[in-house]
């Protein structure tokens, strides 16, 4: 007698467990990141990073550094895949293109997943302010494995 192999579903996170995985991050929570929306069948999520002095370019300019936005855009590209696989990923490359400054506002991540596979994930992610004018631009690969 034979068992049958039977497929295992990923396990998926939904946006309460992700906002989770951010709070336990002291990087992530440093940054203050809220997870805004999550949708499976469409592949994409998004965030809120909120503007604070910590973050900002130079003393008092209300500019948020680029190094800050990078890390913002890794990491709602990572939990776009995380999303579907059930945690955070390993970033194998990520590009970032900024267009320009992040002035005065919150930044909404909006993360969309173009190619999913069993070895490496490739992700769209765009930085807008507040009022949508869109800031930055990247594109990551990541290693769609929970871990």
Known sequence: MSEAKTAVEPKTLDIAAIQAIFDRSS?????GLKAEAVDHAAMTFSARMPRRPEIERGRCTGQIHGGAIAAFIDTVGDFAVGMMVGG??????????????????????????RRLG????????????????????????????AG
Do not use: H, W
Request: hydrophobic share 45%; net charge negative; no cysteine.
């Open 27 to 31: 990087m992530i929570a440093f940054l």
């Open 88 to 113: 955070g990923v390993p970033t194998m490359n990520m590009r970032v293109d900024y267009l320009r400054p992040a002035t005065e506002t919150d930044l909404i991540g909006v993360a969309t997943v």
């Open 118 to 145: 069993r070895s490496m994930a490739v992700v769209d992610i765009d930085v807008t302010s507040e009022q949508g004018q869109l800031l930055a631009v990247g594109r990551a690969t990541y290693v769609p494995k």
